[in-house]
């Protein structure tokens, strides 16, 4: 019999770990990826993402831990035993085959009838907007055309789970939103778990549910797309997700759930005590950008007196570089359509920096 | 606008050197198909054009030697290729999807080396292992050693090929619940195919050119097309054996062209 635990995870992965020789690619992963949730692995190349994903496929071995699909452990699966299709990076597509072909395959191998195959794969590619395609070759179609064939031919077969290992890097930037939409779209209309590999931290806060924030083969935080962007846990969650401001300080008072915090040149600041980090040790704080306002005069006690050094214009924003005593730096996000209410203040000027009240982040390690 | 590029051709003489090198490449078998078309019985002189010596090849008196001996060599090499050609193909699959394993570059140096060695050397050596293990010379010990020299050769273009296909391709075939059988038949083997076909016709056209080995190995009284000509040859040269080594010459282009052309189809 199976080992079952009882719970809807779609994936359960216990204390996996994979080793090249000498080299630990993956350092005791432990996560659960809920059904029919869209699921997001992000980090920068290299840590790991690509190995999960495989593991989970059945392309890699698992060196130790466990790897639970509904239930029953399948690490020791092959691939073609484990209802678990994936997305390539480079599509993949069968070069001798129709686009049609492509996307019978998998239900040609799982023994269904060629006319109920047609039948599926014809249903499948209407809804990938295809079926007009169905007689073509993989080569006879653009790049964005290739990538919803390869979703077609995984989603045939009805998987329990689709692994996409960054399947939107090669397409360019318009496309790659659009496709961001339908994917996302697709998932919620196939009702089948997503499981969705990228290293643009922009891309997997617009799609996921849930995000596992990878770093030097282990999890560093796992959570949906707000609390990672706005409670980061760590100094690389903040420096990964989005822009911040980063900035060492030491803890200098506690008062109920709120810590008093001195950066080097002495200005403090009130947030949130997060735990590991008491009275007298030293931190990180992370500010977003826009998160802090500019104004004339002072209006709170906290608010930090500085000079605009730069605006940069960056489209929808306004970035200014503001320096403060001790040579620190922060920058500054004022949105331009705020215009009448947030002033943007010319280079040289004297302003007080209004940081929102929650979110500055304390920050452990 | 003058760029300094370099340019081959710039060199002094290299263009005489190019059209010397091609003709002594090529005017001999020139001189051969010309005269195949000669009106007289002359080897040397021209004496009118005439397709004579091809109606003789056909119908003459030698035409049931030289009709014989084809046969035999259009199965041999038929034989041979084909079994050369799948046991190429399956070298082929666990040379570059084997992944790394102990002496794979020694085997990738055995399957090679048979192109170096020089064909006496491996004529003798063939020779003297059919007589020691006491093996009967005739059809069969031509096939076998033909198989054996077409192997490299039909190895060549099919690793050649293979070593574009990248393992993602069976890798989703698996994840699309293919079983490694059939991963390989129905995605690599249709991918490879071109390097195979291209395989096969190298390896047939060894086959039906050898002389060497097959002269040595081939028992009495059987002859292979090469082998029946050299005999030819031996009596006096007429120019009926310029007719056969003009035909065997063409079809041998043909087959490398379309070797090649099938060889760079891309998919
Ligand atoms: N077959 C392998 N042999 C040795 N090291 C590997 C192998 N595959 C991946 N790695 C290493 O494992 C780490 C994680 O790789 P990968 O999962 O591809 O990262 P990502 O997809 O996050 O960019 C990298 O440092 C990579 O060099
Ligand atoms: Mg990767």
């Known amino acids: 019999m199976q080992v079952s635990d009882g719970t809807d995870h779609a994936i359960d992965v216990r204390k996996a770990v994979k080793r090249y020789g000498d080299f630990t690619a993956l350092k005791s992963i432990t996560l659960s990826i809920r059904d029919n949730e869209f699921f997001t692995l992000l980090g920068p190349s290299g840590c790991g993402k690509t190995t999960l994903l495989r593991m989970i496929a059945g392309f890699e071995d698992v060196t130790e831990g466990e790897i639970f699909l509904f239930g029953d452990e399948i690490e020791n699966l092959p691939p073609n035993k484990r209802p678990v299709n994936t997305v390539f990076q480079n599509y993949a597509l069968f070069p001798h085959m129709n686009v049609l072909e492509n996307v019978c395959f998998g239900l040609e191998m799982l023994g269904r009838g060629k006319a109920e195959a047609r039948r599926r794969a014809g249903e499948i590619l209407e809804m990938v907007q295809l079926s007009q395609f169905s007689e073509r070759k993989p080569s006879q179609l653009s790049g964005g055309q290739q990538q919803r064939v390869a979703l077609a031919r995984a989603l045939a077969p009805q998987p329990k789970v689709l692994l996409l290992d960054e399947p939107l890097s090669a397409l360019d930037l318009k496309l790659r939103k659009a496709m961001q939409l339908e994917l996302k779209h697709l998932q919620r209309e196939t009702g089948i778990t997503f499981i969705f590999v990228t290293h643009d931290q922009e891309e997997a806060l617009t799609m996921s549910d849930r995000i596992a924030v990878m770093s030097a083969g282990e999890v560093q935080q796992l959570g949906e797309a707000r609390d990672i962007y706005e409670r980061p846990e760590n100094r690389f969650v903040a420096d990964f997700i989005g822009e911040t401001n980063l900035i060492d300080v030491t803890v200098k008072a506690k008062d109920g759930s709120r810590v008093l915090c001195a950066f080097d040149n002495g200005l403090t600041l009130t947030c949130d005590a997060v735990p590991g980090i008491g009275v007298g040790q030293s931190g990180h704080m992370s500010i977003r950008p826009e998160r802090m306002k500019l104004h004339q005069e002072m209006i709170e006690a906290e608010n930090f007196r500085a000079r605009v050094i730069e605006n940069v214009y960056v489209g929808t924003d306004v970035q200014s570089i503001l320096g403060l005593d001790g040579g620190m730096r922060l920058t500054v996000r004022t949105q331009n359509s705020d215009r009448g209410k947030a002033r943007i203040f010319e280079p040289g000027s004297d302003v007080f920096v209004d940081v929102e009240f929650g979110s500055a982040r304390l920050l452990a390690h | ?267």
């Open chain 2, 1 to 267: 606008m003058s760029r300094a590029r370099f340019d081959v051709k710039s060199y002094p003489g290299f263009v005489q050197l190019t059209v010397l090198c091609l003709l002594i490449l090529y005017l001999p078998l020139m001189v051969v198909a010309v005269y195949s078309f000669n009106a007289s019985a002359s080897i040397v002189n021209w004496e009118g054009f005439s397709l004579r010596w091809y109606a003789d090849v056909f119908t003459g008196p030698e035409s049931a030697k030289f009709k014989l001996a084809a046969r035999n060599s259009f199965i041999i090499a038929i034989t041979a290729a084909t079994v050369a050609t799948a046991i190429a193909t399956l070298a082929a699959t666990a040379m570059i999807r084997g992944g790394r394993f102990r002496l794979r570059v020694l085997s990738l140096g055995l399957i090679s080396l048979p192109l170096m060695v020089p064909e006496i050397v491996t004529a003798v050596a063939t020779l003297i292992f059919f007589n020691t293990i006491g093996f009967e010379r005739g059809t069969l010990t031509i096939l076998l050693a033909h198989i054996a020299f077409c192997i490299p050769f039909a190895y060549l273009p099919i690793s050649a090929r293979m070593q574009g296909i990248e393992d993602t391709y069976e890798q989703a075939a698996l994840d699309l619940y293919a079983t490694k059988r059939q991963a390989f038949t129905r995605v690599l083997l249709p991918l490879m195919m071109p390097g195979i076909v291209s395989g096969y016709l190298l390896a047939f056209i060894i086959s039906l050119d050898d002389f060497i080995i097959t002269n040595f190995v081939k028992g009495a009284g059987v002859e292979t097309l090469p082998t029946a000509i050299f005999g030819a040859v031996k009596q006096g040269l007429k120019p009926n054996i310029m007719a056969i080594s003009t035909m065997l010459v063409g079809f041998s282009i043909i087959m490398v062209t379309v070797s090649y052309f099938v060889g760079k189809k891309d998919n």
